[in-house]
């Protein structure tokens, strides 16, 4: 299997965001007014701020918060070189804080090995709000994620949307279309999606099931990188998930 010197150092990603407080009306003041200005191009007599609080808030690192880390690792088996597989596991919490630390000493102990992150929209989305975040939260940016001095064709990170572009650069296109194209296996909830997690969270306090959501578009990713560099997916049963944080 001498592609999998390839993967051996790949550490597959995505995060789950939300805003930092439930409704706008609960922000603090100072973070309403900027809030406000910051969505004055799209207020309107239809649109308030609050409204767009709950739509938008958690797609702004400035305003959002992380809650869920997914992680997804191919692995051989230390028996048999020719047995391979996917794992993925969540990291889960309601303190960022805690959280991001806890990220951080994975992907610079168990995880420094594998020096390359992917995400789909990850050099967008992903990489940049987990900065942002690890400085708002007064906490040193892990090395891995160290490439702001970097220009963007010399971080080693991948971005799975940008492999799907061929350097066009017009239009976004979903990870969930994606796989549909690319005949990757769907969430088995179809019902979730990024734009419902900030009301999953606040309202019905399902972190589970977000959890879940997680894990299937870090699957969903790890698929699609195969597919889009012509190598051999998976077979069902070689991936594992840990449904819990250990």
Not at 51 to 64: D, I, N, R, S
């Amino acid at each position: 299997m001498k592609f999998f010197s390839e993967l051996k150092d790949l550490l597959f990603i995505d995060i789950e965001t939300v805003g930092v407080a439930a409704t706008y009306e609960e922000l603090d003041p100072t973070l309403q007014a900027f809030w406000a200005r910051k969505m004055d191009y799209a207020l309107s007599e239809q649109v308030t701020a609050a409204e767009l609080y709950h739509q938008k808030a958690g797609l702004l690192a400035e305003f959002g918060k992380v809650i869920v880390i997914g992680l997804g690792y191919f692995y051989q088996n230390k028996e048999d070189n020719t047995d391979w597989g996917l794992r993925i596991k969540t990291l889960v919490g309601t303190n960022e804080k805690e959280l991001l630390a806890e990220f951080a000493g994975l992907i610079s102990h168990k995880f420094g090995s594998r020096s390359r992150l992917v995400a789909h929209n990850g050099r967008e989305f992903d990489y940049p709000f987990l900065c942002r975040r690890f400085l708002i939260n007064q906490l040193e940016i892990p090395k891995t994620l160290q490439t702001a001095q970097r220009k963007a064709w010399d971080s080693p990170h991948i971005d799975t949307m940008e492999m799907w572009r061929f350097g066009d650069r017009r239009n976004f296109t979903s990870l969930r279309l994606l796989a549909h194209l690319l005949g990757v296996a769907p969430c088995a909830d179809m019902e979730i999606d990024g734009t419902k997690v900030h009301q999953i969270y606040y309202q019905e306090q399902e972190l589970t099931r977000i959890a879940t959501y997680c894990r299937c578009d870090v699957r969903m990713t790890a698929e699609i990188y195969l597919k889009i560099r012509n190598l051999p997916l998976l077979n069902p049963d070689k991936i594992v998930e840990v449904v819990n944080n250990n």
